[in-house]
């Protein structure tokens, strides 16, 4: 699935399938979804990316994981976003 990225000021297209990078194994992390060949989960790369950090600062703390690999995680969040609308209280 190609996507377009915006970077600050600067428009990007990237071709980013995140199935490349995340998986779900019942056998690894309880069965949630994780990076592929890790077990750091997707919740985990958001929560961080949420609690202000940058991918590198996150690649830092897990390395295991690629630049990419945290991108995918950022694209499975947006594909989960499209697919349900959750209510928000006003």
Same mark, same amino acid.
């Given at each position: 699935?190609?996507?377009?990225?915006? +970077?600050?000021?600067?428009?990007?297209?990237?071709?980013?399938?995140? =199935?490349?990078?995340? +998986?779900?194994?019942?056998?690894?992390? @309880?069965?949630?979804? @994780?990076?592929?060949?890790?077990?750091?989960?997707?919740?985990?790369?958001?929560?961080?990316?949420?609690?202000?950090?940058?991918?590198?600062?996150?690649?830092?703390?897990?390395?295991?994981?690629? =630049?990419? &690999?945290? @991108?995918?995680?950022? &694209?499975?969040?947006?594909?989960?976003?499209?697919? =349900?609308?959750?209510?928000?209280?006003?």
């Amino acid at each position: 699935m190609a996507y377009t990225g915006y +970077v600050v000021g600067e428009r990007r297209d990237i071709a980013m399938d995140w =199935r490349e990078y995340v +998986v779900v194994d019942s056998a690894v992390c @309880h069965g949630k979804a @994780h990076i592929k060949g890790t077990r750091v989960m997707v919740s985990v790369v958001l929560d961080n990316l949420a609690a202000g950090l940058t991918p590198e600062e996150v690649v830092r703390s897990y390395p295991t994981l690629t =630049r990419e &690999a945290v @991108h995918a995680a950022i &694209a499975y969040a947006a594909e989960l976003a499209r697919e =349900r609308v959750v209510a928000i209280p006003t």
